[in-house]
């Protein structure tokens, strides 16, 4: 049974740390571009970051950029997101999902349409 199963989530001051995990149960990464989107309250979902571990690829949207780092833990078949200088924009319930298929991550194809599997989300909230 494939299953994304997202943890790691919480609450932060602005310009702190936080990191999100995800757990591909059953997921062949090799076979899979996998990452994160985010929803806001009143905002559309976004993709965030996106990693591709057969074609060595990763991927950030804008707001990520410079302060996300997506990776693989290949002995637990975990994605992670290390996030810092979080800012309070960043406050939105995190995704994790895999899109069948080895192409790659760019910003054509990390996008909802795309995606196959999706977890049920963390909160992440940014406040002081």
């Known amino acids: 049974q494939l299953q994304l199963v997202e943890s790691g989530g919480g609450s932060a001051q602005p310009g702190g740390s936080l990191r999100l995990s995800c757990a591909a149960s059953?997921?062949?990464?090799?076979?899979?571009?996998i990452g994160w989107f985010r929803q806001a309250p009143g905002r559309e979902r976004e993709g965030v970051s996106c990693?591709?571990?057969?074609?060595?690829?990763?991927f950030y949207t804008d707001p990520g950029k410079g302060r996300f780092t997506i990776s693989i833990d290949n002995v637990k078949n975990t994605v992670n997101l290390q996030m810092t200088s979080l800012k309070s924009e960043d406050t939105a319930v995190y995704y994790c999902?895999?899109?069948?298929?080895?192409?790659?991550?760019?910003?054509?194809?990390?996008?909802?349409?795309?995606?196959?599997?999706w977890g049920e989300g963390t909160q992440v909230t940014v406040s002081s």
């Open positions: 990693i591709a571990r057969r074609k060595a690829t990763t």
């Open positions: 059953g997921f062949n990464l090799d076979a899979y571009s």
């Open positions: 999902a895999a899109a069948f298929g080895d192409y790659g991550c760019n910003e054509s194809l990390w996008v909802e349409a795309a995606i196959d599997y």
